[in-house]
């Protein structure tokens, strides 16, 4: 508790502040946003910055087959099993300047805080940036975790193109082989625990006035497609009684889904973020239309419950239009570890910080990295909650109280014997 | 009515189809389609094969500035104002091989039958095709009809450029160009009547056993945009509660045009054709939707009503979405010549064909015409109301029935006193 203290005044706010503020000067955009994509130049010259301050701190700084970037900070007992932390560097096309990044200078800023206030932790320290999470270059995101928890093997990205058509096996050699000069490690390990730090990317910590959210897991997602078919015709000459309008349809089914979705409760998220018409033109009645459903709750039986049911709502709505829904993603909700969401609610409360319980709306690296280590997340407040966006931001003493927990909560697990 | 009986025997039901199907060869598409765009090679074409067969039947054929084609066959009286008939030659891009290539081909006919039953009409007699009457590769439509008339002039529409970038001036130079060997005459005139033939591209004259519509007017058409703008969001992160959905306040904006553009009647055309979902991305709260508002009715008071009232419902549905409805078309409906149509219901009876009185849901170029010579229109079946589709079809025998109708109702114009 005191090594806490002392790790927690160590971290440096300013220097932290500054760090992501000289990052995000690497592919800035208009409004303070970013644009640093996976695998482009941008990435690699904000890697280099940050492999300059972890070979500083002292910390060895290594690659792997997926371009995930490593510092490591030995501990007392070397051949032990690290703590891990990180997240990723890559953004939004039109991002913001703390979605990811924060994660790795968190980790970074927990190694050069070690170092200041001269504490060893027990365990080595690992900070990691994982390849390619946003999935907005290459997609699907999270490719650097995956490939690194075997969730999937790499080779499975390799033909993957970005909107130019460059492969994602070309452009990840093009990266390694600037990277040439860094020490390879294997992908793959069994880390002692990993605490990943992330902006919330939602309005919850702000509005409620909470300094942290202690993640407890990540919410299940089940995503759909529904495609009504009903008959194009000319607006002007076809009766409304005699028409078969997909988007009319579309209408009815969406209105059904918001009666079956209602939760009072306010955590169940339902969404049509896509809607498309065909032939979408003014004076033709709707052929067809398809729209998205992005379903997600923290409770397994509820997000089965309420995604069972879809399927018979829409086509009930849609009459006599025809529709068909493809369920196209089924992530059950995933609960983080119970041991390391101790150690961050413990170093919450020795910081005389202000915490709650709460699920991630978002995915993160964290789920993948999960499946091979007792993992948790810690939340910083996002205000307004608007992330994926220039205007995203949380203040530099936000962002430190982060880096605080964050750092006694590694302490505490580096601590643990095996 | 004698006459009319003989014209309508000399009518000649294979020599017509056999025609329409020669053109149905020239841009054919799979499935009986046709694609036959303005001033294309495909419609020069067309132009060839049908200029060819009205010099055969002693047409003397001209085009003017505006690459409108003309048949003139002469009457008793030379100099007296000409009764006109005809429509267009060009198709939707997955347009059928009906719409209004059928209504040049029966006045073609209507010119063939005087010849072979040896009629010499009093007035001269003229078969017009009128450019670019779709608008899909130049938009807006009827500009042959538009320039003869004297709606707008020609030059309004030079720069106008189709999907390749080609100006539609330069496409009609290219175009008169290639018809440098036909006589030329200037824009505008003053018919003594004009009657247009036309597939109806509705289900009615099928539904309930009728040969021939008799077209009262064309119904009149508001065209509106809808623009609702409210906040993207992270769909994972952000609560219900929060969200300012662009879609969802579509969604409720159409449930209030619904209940406003009721009308038991089944007269009232409201069509939702567009709608633009932004970013469109699955896992993103919409920030922005336009949807398109089509709305005709054929009495004026009505149409004025629903469409004034369309602002104020959309606005209150969608807040707190910020809702703009800007008005981007308003024709009022137009009433056709009680004489012009008295001929054809005449022509009809004594032909013994079961007609009925009807409004015109589409557009056609006798709208334009209508400015400058008493106008009026005819309607034969389409078979389940399928236009604008290669779908598209007409009996043979029903197309020639038309074409009597229409054959008997000029002659008998043809014979009146200016």
């Avoid at 490690?185 to 300094?211: K, N, T, V």
Wanted: net charge negative; hydrophobic share 45%.
């Amino acid at each position: 508790m005191e090594q806490a203290r002392t790790l927690a005044a160590a971290v440096d706010e300013t220097r932290q502040w500054d760090r992501l503020m000289a990052l995000a000067k690497i592919g800035a955009i208009p409004g303070d946003g970013v644009n640093r994509q996976a695998l482009t130049a941008p990435d690699r010259e904000a890697r280099r910055l940050v492999i300059g301050w972890a070979r500083e701190a002292g910390a060895e700084v290594s690659v792997d087959d997926a371009a995930n970037l490593w510092l490591r900070l030995e501990g007392a007992e070397p051949g032990a099993a690290p703590v891990l932390t990180g997240s990723h560097m890559d953004s939004q096309p039109q991002g913001g300047r703390f979605d990811g990044i924060y994660g790795v200078v968190a980790g970074l800023e927990v190694i050069c805080a070690l170092r200041d206030s001269g504490i060893v932790p027990g365990r080595p320290l690992e900070v990691v940036a994982w390849t390619n999470e946003e999935g907005s270059r290459f997609a699907p995101g999270c490719m650097g975790s995956m490939a690194w928890a075997g969730t999937r093997p790499l080779g499975d990205f390799a033909d993957i193109a970005d909107a130019e058509g460059v492969r994602f096996a070309d452009a990840l050699a093009t990266h390694l082989a600037a990277e040439v000069d860094l020490p390879h490690r294997p992908l793959g390990g069994r880390p002692h625990a990993y605490i990943e730090a992330h902006i919330e990317q939602g309005p919850r910590l702000e509005a409620e006035g909470f300094d942290i959210g202690v993640v407890t897991g990540i919410q299940g997602s089940r995503w759909f497609t529904a495609t009504l078919t009903g008959a194009s015709a000319h607006a002007g000459t076809t009766p409304v009684s005699r028409r078969r309008d997909a988007l009319q349809a579309a209408v009815r089914a969406i209105n059904a889904l918001n009666l079956l979705m209602d939760d009072p409760a306010d955590r169940l998220r339902f969404t049509i973020g896509s809607l498309v018409v065909e032939p979408g033109s003014s004076n033709s009645v709707a052929g067809r239309v398809r729209f998205t459903i992005d379903l997600r709750h923290p409770d397994g039986a509820i997000l089965a419950a309420r995604g069972d049911a879809i399927a018979a709502a829409v086509a009930e709505a849609a009459a006599p239009v025809a529709a068909i829904v493809e369920e196209r993603f089924n992530a059950p909700p995933l609960a983080f570890d119970d041991g390391v969401l101790h150690s961050i609610r413990s170093a919450a409360n020795v910081l005389d910080l202000r915490w709650t319980d709460m699920p991630s709306g978002a995915f993160h690296d964290a789920q993948l990295v999960a499946a091979v280590a007792p993992s948790a997340m810690i939340f910083v407040p996002s205000h307004n909650g608007i992330s994926h966006n220039p205007a995203e931001f949380t203040t530099a003493s936000q962002l430190a109280a982060g880096t605080r927990v964050l750092g006694s909560a590694l302490l505490a697990r580096a601590r643990l014997p095996n």
